[in-house]
T-cell receptor, first 112, second 114 residues
Framework: DAKTTQPNSMESNEEEPVHLPCNHS???????IHWYRQLPSQGPEYVIH???SNVNNRMASLAIAEDRKSSTLILHRATLRDAAVYYC?????????????FGTGTRLQVTL | EAGVAQSPRYKIIEKRQSVAFWCNPI?????LYWYQQILGQGPKLLIQ????????DSQLPKDRFSAERLKGVDSTLKIQPAKLEDSAVYLC????????????FGSGTQLSVL
């Protein structure tokens, strides 16, 4: 599986935008970029995913570099409930055994 | 929509004992996953089912771990005998039968092996 690199931790103030970076220099043409987050004492939850174009949903935005070797998850206004570990994952969309391989993620702290 | 159900929520056992975890996926989800998450690490895939067939069990320690998914719905994961290093949260997830569908996770079973 192609690997991703994320900072171990980041901090943000509440109500401020947060940009969570992810590097994936060995991404292949069939890899989608997925983001999941894990709140304390819960299982991971899906945030967003994309292939080439920037994506928006009610939770976040995903900005993908033109060469696809990096991406950024954008939380437009962080709240205390966004404090979690954020995982950037590459997922090959071909074949029937597409699995999600988690790294160690970025721990986001949100303060008042 | 009901989520992925797991039980028990917590389990404490002594080493060399056996333990079983149960998972009920979201209705209609053909693919089911079991992950192991050791404290401070990301989840690690143990086994992936598509309906009642195993798609990937390459990281399942088969000498002590076993899993089944009878009738392509519920699943159980068993450890026999347990070791201290098996202390972790065991997460079950399910998804629709498409390689790019999002996974829905349960809250997990926290296992402590003493």
């Amino acid at each position: 599986d192609a690997k991703t690199t994320q900072p171990n931790s980041m901090e943000s103030n509440e109500e401020e935008p947060v940009h969570l970076p992810c590097n994936h220099s060995t991404i292949s043409g069939t890899d989608y970029i997925h983001w999941y987050r894990q709140l304390p004492s819960q299982g991971p939850e899906y945030v967003i995913h994309g292939l080439t174009s920037n994506v928006n949903n009610r939770m976040a935005s995903l900005a993908i570099a033109e060469d696809r070797k990096s991406s950024t998850l954008i939380l437009h206004r962080a709240t205390l409930r966004d404090a979690a570990v954020y995982y950037c994952i590459l997922r090959d969309f071909t074949g029937t055994a597409s699995k999600l391989t988690f790294g160690t993620g970025t721990r986001l702290q949100v303060t008042l | 929509e009901a989520g992925v159900a797991q039980s028990p929520r917590y389990k404490i056992i002594e080493k060399r004992q056996s333990v079983a975890f149960w998972c009920n996926p979201i209705s209609g989800h053909a693919t089911l996953y079991w992950y192991q998450q050791i404290l401070g690490q990301g989840p690690k895939l143990l086994i992936q089912f598509q309906n009642n067939g195993v798609v990937d069990d390459s990281q399942l320690p088969k000498d002590r771990f076993s899993a089944e998914r009878l009738k392509g719905v519920d699943s159980t994961l068993k450890i026999q005998p347990a070791k201290l290093e098996d202390s972790a949260v065991y997460l079950c997830a399910s998804s629709l039968d498409d390689p790019n569908e999002k996974l829905f996770f349960g809250s997990g079973t926290q296992l402590s092996v003493l």
